[in-house]
């Protein structure tokens, strides 16, 4: 039986968590079931390797080698696209970006769309770096914002 600290077990290639995640897991170890696998020797904390993988597989869904949590969103179709929320954390959306646009009323994809590119840049701090971030967002599933008007006589 092996025994893994945090740090090695988040420089472990087999496991795709971070240091912060794993310690997340602990923290929550009684309602998630990882307890079992954890030994606490004073302030320092290992997991059961066999244990802990034991744990990971009735925690995660394996599909086309990627690991999956159960508790993610599993999109079907465009519709249920459009009805993700900004603060959905599959987004990774900053705090900033998911503040400015509920300020404004859009807190899901769907609201997004019907705004321009030129309506969010007015917007009070929302500078490139968010503007960066929602566009990838946009891009991640291949939507559009709403276009801009055209003046009378203004070329395409």
């Known amino acids: ?9 988040a420089a472990y290639d087999k ?7 794993i310690k997340s897991f602990l923290r929550q170890r009684k309602e998630n079931g990882l307890d ?3 030994i606490q020797l004073g302030r320092r904390i290992y997991l059961k390797e066999d244990l802990f993988d034991k744990w990971l597989d009735s925690f995660l869904v394996k599909r086309n080698t990627k690991m999956i949590p159960l508790d993610a969103p599993i999109i079907k179709d465009k519709t249920d696209i459009l009805d993700t929320r900004l603060d959905d954390p599959s987004l990774k959306l900053s705090v900033r970006v998911i503040n400015a646009l509920s300020k404004i009323n859009i807190v899901r994809l769907r609201d997004l769309m019907k705004v321009s590119e030129l309506d969010l840049q007015k917007l009070p701090y929302f500078g490139q770096t968010c503007m960066k971030e929602t566009r990838g967002i946009m891009k991640k599933f291949k939507l559009k ?5 055209r003046e009378y006589g203004q070329k395409e």
């Open 145 to 149: 914002f709403k276009p801009l008007k």
């Open 15 to 21: 496991y795709p968590f971070s240091k912060g995640q």
């Open 36 to 38: 079992e696998a954890v």
């Open 1 to 9: 039986m092996k025994y893994l600290s945090v740090d090695t077990l």
